[in-house]
């Protein structure tokens, strides 16, 4: 074998060199050859991945990661929103929201079986079928949202859709946050509401989003390249932070005194609006704020005020009407209380006054004698009073709110002077309430810069007109009045308080300055009270309770033969708690003054609101002698002797039945019931309680009132304005027509309709 | 069995191949294997709807153990019986490749560059590289005089043409010889282009030019078609949408290599997710297995692209390594050429290297976003059943090529082994 192979071997070792091998030229070309592969190919190979793997390795991988990496972020709860008595007005709560994932939708019938399956589930009017199948149609997608802040029942409808039709890692719920307003339309236009992306849109809700929004958590998870969940386990969380809460100045309570106050004089004087505000003097703090009419935060698209509705439905044009439609929302969102200005007229008065005995130029015993109008440069100004007021006292002035007797104190100060208090009180600066888009004064437009006041502008200063301020700007310095002189910093978030509870932020009351000596804003504040006890505010009056006000009424700057009436008051006045400032704008009641229309409705809200503060009422005589008696126990006696005692005691009697003994009363024993009042007394068992239909108490003085109500079997309680013989009822706490039981009490609201007019 | 049957001992040869070569062959391929179950898992498993995550590597050794008995059995042939085959190699190649393109017609496919045989899809491009390189070694081997004659060539249209200059163009024998091979690679190029497989048809071309440069063509026409070459580059590139033999989607790929976007998560998203995993590789790689790349951002990861987890899981040096591990096996390859016994040995084998190794440049070309988006695939590393095949087959016959070669004795398989036996 062995020679065998070294045989072969020998032959083709001879044979290679007879036959054609390979020559020198092949061997230099193959050489060439492999060169240029080596180098054009290899070489430049290892460059460009020497370019990507080393010198650029970063950018291209954070690209690959920015891939890979999907970044799922936890919501975090916003804040929630108190009001000062740590109820809650707007909370966030876990909602969820569902998405499918279109790369893994296998067939067409897969793709409507889900769009049906989620529109009917969502049952949203935005969120067809269709809308929904179009949605999902592009299968590069991995992920695409279809609705989120879903709720609980219609989330574990999906839940089981997804079970019923295998459509795991297809159809998908994550969780998500949704803002709950638990009173709906309660202090809407303070509170505001977030937007889809639960960023605060208008109110608190915005100028407090950064407070509120909370830190969101996130899961950082690897996916592949149809972004399903990589099987490596590389999950990363982080948890979600809440937003800081808020504890508001606002109370409840009185929030929804003024708010029912604000609608119902809406209504009754077929008002565009009403707005007010009622402030603590001594803080600046907002007690409430309301701008009516209002919305609901849940559902803030939606527009309720039937006039704007009625407006509305006249605009043929699709594209017009949306865009009206819009427009409408956003004024309905507004906060007038603080975004719009208007004219003060009147009210302005007590600036005007309080400036003239800082500086000395009147005092309370100055006169004036009133000829029903004065000569103003080339002008002749008229007062409301054609044929004049004679000869008054600043009080009486202010008291009958005579025009010529204030422009004579504004000339009297001077420009420089009545400047200084203008801006002194704060009607040249945004007051810098934490609410958002605070209407900005302008030297020029809002008011008359001090370069630009003439003798004409300064004399229509004096008496509030001509110019413009802010609802929220008034109360401020109104406030100032009845604190004593100091102009404080309005607010409306009182507190910030962290997830366990801890406070991190409170506001302590920010005195801007001193406007006036506390004697002037006193004595001020005391001619305020004769506005109300005898003047143009007699419809604030409030048995038992001091308030000071001042009227207003004046022709809108912006709007030809519209009139906004508006009424501030101060209470108690000997130690004032509480401001309150009603707007009516543009009411369409012939007395539209502010004497009439809006000091009424400040009246109610000051009494609710200081009783709800427990401020003890003090009685006068004369009011004592009005107040309430309780009925006398008359059960068991024959009916004669039951009439009789009843008459002892002057109250009425009503028989119902043949019986001769009263076997039943109404009121009974102890309870409130009116002197003059009705008591029922029932004479027959299975009868003791009847009812009858309420008769129409408005447009009633007291007596007359009193004795239609008793002649149908019901008691009345006076409320408003009760003094003098001139007063009116205008509302009844249970309306004409419907049923009540005999006996029962009725509220029956009373204003005044004279002397109450103002400008 | 020498003496059983004269007629097939004659086809055969028993001396030792050439162990260095066949070594890094084998590293290659197991280095291949890895990485193809490292690259393929996550695909197979959704592939397969969950079943198997070694569906394509259980198929590739099934490739490999079927391509190295393939191997062993060319290796053993005595490779210049192949001459017999060269020309009707290369005709059933085109007859395979235009079959390919007639079904793909009918069936109304867009790009259609397999032909099932029922249990086994082949690709005819890969036939037909191998029968270029057949075709070309036989010819230019057994025309080798005619190759580099310098004498005016007598074919009529050569004479016709010199009689129209007044003698002024005068084409030798070489020349035309030159020529006529050079038509031969070129129509099969345009056949594989036809069919689609511009990649292919490209490779055909530039390892065709490369074994006429070795069979001795004048170098001054390699010059001249290496600037017309340029020139056609600069033209393809600049007006490669009006173009009208380049399909649709050449165009398309050819601008999206051009526009860079690294945004584009449509034309260019294997492209852009290939050179996303080299980066993610870095220097020394992520390690191996630990690709994420791989699922289902780089497409075909198995395939054409494996690369590219290559160089995500083992970095750069990784990548240098895989290269170099090519550059030593061309490098022995057609240091095997140089020694065969002949030349139609030494220009199959310097064919079969070149024509791996320009796989190899071409197919990291791709990947790095070099050249634009064609489908190369990777020898030894990437899946499929006709590369596999194909490659080892080659290789058998580089490996019959050593048994003959004049290589020192130490590396190679001997009796001598046999005797201690």
């Known amino acids: 074998m062995g020679v065998e192979y070294l045989d072969s071997h020998f032959v083709l070792f001879l044979v290679g060199f007879i036959m054609t091998r390979v020559n020198k030229k092949m061997k230099n070309r193959c050489m060439i050859a492999i060169a240029i592969l080596l180098v054009l190919g290899f070489g430049v190979d290892i460059l460009r991945l020497a370019y990507f793997q080393v010198f650029n390795a970063d950018e291209y991988r954070v690209l690959a990661e920015s891939g890979q990496l999907s970044d799922t972020e936890i919501p975090a709860d916003r804040g929630v929103i108190y009001d000062s008595n740590m109820e809650v007005l707007a909370e966030s709560a876990s909602a969820w929201l569902v998405y499918v994932n279109p790369s893994k939708i296998k067939d067409k019938e897969q793709r409507i079986l889900i769009s049906k399956g989620l529109a009917k589930i969502l049952d949203d009017e935005d969120l067809k079928w269709k809308d929904i199948y179009n949605k999902i149609g592009n299968k590069d997608y991995g992920y695409v949202k279809i609705k989120g802040k879903i709720e609980y029942e219609p989330k574990t409808k999906i839940q089981e859709f997804i079970n019923e039709n295998d459509l795991y890692a297809i159809v998908c719920i994550d969780p998500d946050t949704k803002r709950y307003y638990p009173y709906g339309n309660f202090a809407s236009t303070v509170i505001g509401m977030t937007n889809v992306d639960s960023d605060g849109r208008v109110g608190i809700e915005l100028k407090y989003n950064d407070v509120l929004t909370g830190v969101p958590g996130r899961i950082i998870t690897a996916r592949d390249g149809h972004s399903d969940l990589m099987s490596t386990n590389y999950e990363t969380k982080f948890d979600a932070e809440q937003g800081t809460s808020l504890v508001l100045s606002l109370d409840k309570t009185i929030q929804h005194y003024l708010e029912k106050g604000l609608s119902q004089a809406v209504k009754d004087n077929d008002a565009t609006s009403a707005y007010g505000i009622v402030m603590d003097v001594n803080t600046g703090a907002i007690l409430a704020m309301a701008t009516m009419p209002d919305y609901d935060l849940n559902n803030p698209s939606v527009i309720t ?30 906060n007038k209380v603080v975004s719009d200005t208007y004219e003060p007229g009147s009210v302005f008065k007590i600036f005007t006054a309080a400036a003239g005995l800082e500086e000395g130029v009147v005092d309370i015993n100055s006169t004036h004698n009133c000829v029903g109008a004065i000569q103003v440069a080339d002008n002749r100004i008229h007062c409301h009073k054609r044929e004049g007021h004679g000869v008054q006292t600043l009080t009486e002035g202010l008291v009958n709110s005579c025009n010529p007797f204030f422009i004579t104190i504004g000339q009297k100060l001077g420009t420089e002077k009545f400047y200084k208090y203008f801006e002194a009180f704060g009607f040249t600066d945004t007051t810098k309430v934490d609410l958002p888009a605070e209407a900005n004064p302008v030297g020029g437009v809002t008011y008359h810069k001090k370069e630009d006041m003439g003798i004409s502008q300064l004399s229509s200063s004096a008496f509030g007109q001509t110019f413009q301020v802010s609802a929220i700007q008034m109360i401020t310095a109104v406030s100032a009045i009845a604190n004593g002189g100091k102009l404080m910093e309005p607010y409306v978030v009182a507190k910030q308080i962290d997830q366990e509870g801890n406070t991190v932020y409170e506001k302590t009351p920010t005195v801007k300055r001193q406007v006036v000596s506390e004697s002037t804003a006193n004595t001020v504040l005391q001619m305020m009270e004769q506005v109300v006890d005898g003047g143009t505010g007699r419809n604030a009056y409030i048995p038992g309770y001091r308030v000071a006000g001042k009227t207003g009424t004046s022709e809108k700057l912006t709007v030809d033969g519209e009139y906004i009436a508006s009424f501030v008051g101060c209470a108690p006045a000997d130690d004032p708690q509480i401001a309150v400032l009603i707007i009516i704008d543009e009411p369409q009641v012939a007395n539209h003054g502010g004497g009439a229309i809006a000091a009424p409705v400040a009246g109610v809200v000051i009494e609710q609101t200081l009783k709800y503060m427990n401020v003890e009422p003090v009685y006068s005589d004369e009011e004592l002698a009005k107040l309430n008696a309780t009925a006398p126990d008359v059960n068991g006696m024959s009916v004669a002797a039951a009439k009789d005692t009843l008459s002892k005691h002057n109250f009425n009697a009503r028989v119902v039945g043949n019986g001769d003994k009263v076997i039943s009363q109404y009121p009974s024993k102890d309870q409130n019931i009116p002197l003059d009042g009705v008591v029922i007394l029932y004479t027959e068992t299975g009868n003791v309680s009847t009812t009858s239909t309420v008769p129409d108490l408005t447009g009633l003085s007291i007596s007359e009132a009193n004795k239609r109500a008793v002649n149908s079997g019901y008691n009345i309680k006076v409320s408003g304005a009760s003094l003098g013989s001139e007063v009116v009822s205008y509302r009844q706490s249970v309306e004409k027509g419907t049923k009540a039981e005999l006996g029962s009490t009725i509220t029956v609201y009373f204003k005044t309709t004279s002397g109450v007019q103002d400008d | 069995m020498k003496t059983k049957n004269k007629l097939l001992s004659g086809l055969f040869v028993s001396n030792g191949m050439d162990v260095p070569f066949f070594i890094i062959m084998l590293g290659l391929m197991a280095f291949g294997l890895v ?152 129509l099969t190029a345009v056949f594989v282009l036809l069919g689609s497989h511009l990649s292919g048809a490209i490779l055909i071309l530039l390892f065709g030019v490369a074994m006429l440069w070795m069979g001795e063509g004048r170098a001054r026409w390699f010059v001249i078609g290496g600037i017309a070459a340029v020139i056609v580059l600069v033209i393809v590139i600049n007006f490669y949408d009006d173009i009208p033999i380049l399909k649709d989607y050449m165009a398309d790929r050819i601008g999206s290599w051009l526009n860079k976007d690294l945004t584009d998560t449509d034309k260019r998203w294997q492209t852009n997710h290939s050179l996303f995993a080299l980066g993610s590789g870095g220097f020394f790689g992520s390690g191996l297995g630990n690709s994420k790349q791989k699922y289902f951002y780089v497409s075909e990861s198995h395939t054409d692209f494996i690369f590219s987890i290559i160089g995500e899981e083992l970095g750069f040096v990784g990548c240098c390594l895989v290269l170099g591990l090519f550059a030593l096996l061309i490098l022995r390859g057609v240091y095997i050429g140089m020694r065969a016994r002949d030349r139609f040995g030494a220009l199959l084998a310097f064919g079969i290297m070149m024509q791996i190794g320009l796989q190899v440049a071409l197919n990291v070309a791709v990947v790095t976003d070099t050249l634009p988006n064609t489908g190369i695939s990777l020898p030894f590393f990437s899946y499929g059943g006709s590369s596999t095949l194909v490659t080892l087959g080659e290789m058998g016959f580089l490996l019959s090529v050593s048994r003959q070669a004049d290589l020192p004795k130490l590396y190679s398989f001997s009796k001598s082994k046999k005797q201690k036996v």
């Open chain 1, 305 to 334: 005020d039937k006039a704007v509705l009625k407006k509305l439905k006249k605009i043929k044009d699709e594209e017009e009407y949306a865009q009206a439609y819009n427009e409408q929302v956003y004024m309905m969102w507004r």
């Open chain 2, 35 to 186: 990485m193809l179950l490292s690259s393929s898992y996550a695909y197979s498993y959704y592939e397969t709807d969950g079943e198997s995550s070694l569906h394509f590597f259980f198929r590739e050794i099934f490739f490999m153990a079927f391509g190295l008995s393939v191997m062993y059995f060319f290796s053993r042939l005595d490779y210049k019986k192949l001459k017999y085959f060269a020309n009707i190699a290369l005709l059933i190649s085109w007859g395979l490749v235009l079959l390919t393109i007639v079904i793909g017609k009918i069936e109304g496919g867009e790009i259609n560059r397999w032909l099932s045989l029922g249990f086994f899809d082949i690709q005819p491009s890969e036939i037909a590289k191998f029968a270029v390189v057949l075709f070309c070694a036989n010819g230019l081997d057994k025309n080798r005089k005619k190759m580099v004659s310098t004498r005016p060539s007598r074919v009529s249209w050569a004479v016709k043409l010199a009689d129209i200059t007044n003698g002024k163009i005068v084409f030798t024998e070489g020349t035309v010889t030159l020529f006529f091979y050079a038509i031969f690679v070129g």
